[in-house]
């Protein structure tokens, strides 16, 4: 079966911190990697993504890792705000359709 | 204002009613997407629908029911055939059916309660 794992559940990091989130797959035909990020009470909005022939990308203070060896890759939210308070997701695209899998979610909380 | 809108926010529905969520998007999209999110787990793809007149199921599809009669509209029905309905529901677009860097866009959600 088809899944991503994400880690951990929850997260606390003091302001100016690093947060760093993960995700394993087990399933090596996913073309796509986007990050979501959710406030209480709101839909997802995509954060950044990837393609795996791209071992790193980075927008602002966030950074996605990706390992195609480990199949693994990792959210690195750089400087953490308050601000950045919010549950994310990682999600990987089954290659060639429409599906994507979600992981079980991270809830981040930066304390001020 | 371009985007995705989704009403009611909030719906209480009786066991044994049929109850039915709207999703609109002016953003031209071709695809739209529900899903359902319950506290613990990722987002569940409940239906899909490429393009006006078709649509597909997704993994949780028992229960549900939409239709595709507008590029815009992707209204999502919670028949009383659904075991347990009361969850976050969310719409999302897509410029296509599948491009190699697809975004998904989300509307707000609609919280469903049955009482």
């Known amino acids: 079966q088809q899944q991503v794992k994400q880690s951990p559940q929850s997260l606390i990091v003091q302001k100016g911190g690093i947060s760093i989130i993960n995700c394993a797959y087990e399933?090596?035909?996913?073309?796509?990697f986007p990050w979501y990020q959710q406030f209480p009470g709101k839909g997802p909005a995509l954060l950044i993504a990837?393609?795996?022939?791209?071992s790193e990308k980075k927008e602002g203070r966030f950074t996605i890792s990706f390992n195609k060896s480990a199949k693994q890759f990792s959210l690195h939210i750089m400087d953490s705000q308050p601000g950045d308070s919010a549950t994310y997701f990682c999600?990987?695209?089954?290659?060639?359709?429409?599906?994507?899998?979600f992981g079980t979610g991270t809830r981040l909380k930066v304390l001020a | 204002d371009g985007g995705i809108t989704q009403s009611p926010k909030y719906l209480f529905r009786k066991e044994g009613q049929n109850v039915t969520l709207s999703c609109e998007q002016n953003l031209n999209h071709d695809a739209m997407y529900w899903y359902r999110q319950d506290p613990g787990q990722g987002l569940r793809l409940i239906y899909y629908s490429q393009i006006v007149n078709d649509f597909q199921k997704g993994d949780i599809a028992e229960g549900y029911s939409v239709s595709r009669e507008k590029k815009e509209s992707f209204p999502l029905t919670v028949t009383s055939a659904q075991k347990n309905p009361t969850a976050f529901y969310l719409c999302a677009s897509s410029i296509s059916y599948f491009t190699s860097t697809d975004t998904q866009y989300f509307g707000p959600g609609t919280r469903l309660t049955v009482l």
């Open positions: 990837i393609r795996p022939d791209v």
């Open positions: 399933n090596t035909a996913f073309d796509y």
């Open positions: 999600a990987a695209r089954v290659s060639g359709t429409y599906k994507y899998i």
